[in-house]
T-cell receptor, first 113, second 114 residues
Framework: GENVEQHPSTLSVQEGDSAVIKCTYS??????FPWYKQELGKRPQLIID?????GEKKDQRIAVTLNKTAKHFSLHITETQPEDSAVYFC????????????FGTGTQLKVEL | DGGITQSPKYLFRKEGQNVTLSCEQN?????MYWYRQDPGQGLRLIYY???????QKGDIAEGYSVSREKKESFPLTVTSAQKNPTAFYLC?????????????FGPGTRLTVL
């Protein structure tokens, strides 16, 4: 089955700096890669996703890049703010797989003032 | 997100007891999912259902059971066979289509075994 690895497990940045979180996946059939943000005790919320027919997607300060050949994808957050502090999860699924998501183990992002 | 509800928010169980977690959605989604989240870990799939009266095991189904009698509801029972049930349980729903549909999560139920 699919395996998703996520790095780093913790990330501390200064306010205004950029943050990058990386994930690798094992199943070349995977073609959908969402990113979720989870604040303490709350539900995960989708912040951005990308499908395998594009290499990059951007939404204001957030962007995701996908390298299908290397089987990795990354989340980029620019101009970080304290409210960006949360746990971020990457995930992967594939068409015909029952829409099952395989999640990474999460990255605790802390944005310091 | 607001269309998915879970109850209760907190649940305490004695060892040997079965408990049922509720998940309801009014988004008219076809598919529903149950995940378990442990501290410092990602979400792991317990069961999922793409249509009423049908469901499939996920990666960690042992000790759990589900039913899908209505499109809106997907309750999860944690049985006494689940050896380490203390965790945060999250329900999700999505359109069931090409297999790349966004999943939306409920607020979760935190289960503690006493």
């Amino acid at each position: 089955g699919e395996n998703v690895e996520q790095h780093p497990s913790t990330l501390s940045v200064q306010e205004g700096d950029s943050a990058v979180i990386k994930c690798t996946y094992s199943d070349s059939a995977s073609n959908y890669f969402p990113w979720y943000k989870q604040e303490l005790g709350k539900r995960p919320q989708l912040i951005i996703d990308i499908r395998s027919n594009v290499g990059e997607k951007k939404d204001q300060r957030i962007a995701v890049t996908l390298n299908k050949t290397a089987k990795h994808f990354s989340l980029h957050i620019t101009e970080t703010q304290p409210e960006d502090s949360a746990v971020y999860f990457c995930a992967a699924s594939f068409t015909g797989g029952g829409n099952k998501l395989t999640f990474g183990t999460g990255t605790q992002l802390k944005v310091e003032l | 997100d607001g269309g998915i509800t879970q109850s209760p928010k907190y649940l305490f169980r004695k060892e040997g007891q079965n408990v049922t977690l509720s998940c309801e959605q009014n988004l008219n989604h076809d598919a529903m999912y149950w995940y378990r989240q442990d501290p410092g870990q990602g979400l792991r799939l317990i069961y999922y259902s793409q249509i009423v009266n049908d469901f499939q095991k996920g990666d960690i189904a042992e000790g759990y059971s589900v039913s899908r009698e209505k499109k809106e509801s997907f309750p999860l029972t944690v049985t006494s066979a689940q050896k380490n049930p203390t965790a945060f349980y999250l329900c999700a729903s999505s359109w069931a289509g090409a297999g790349t549909d966004t999943q939306y999560f409920g607020p979760g139920t935190r289960l503690t075994v006493l």
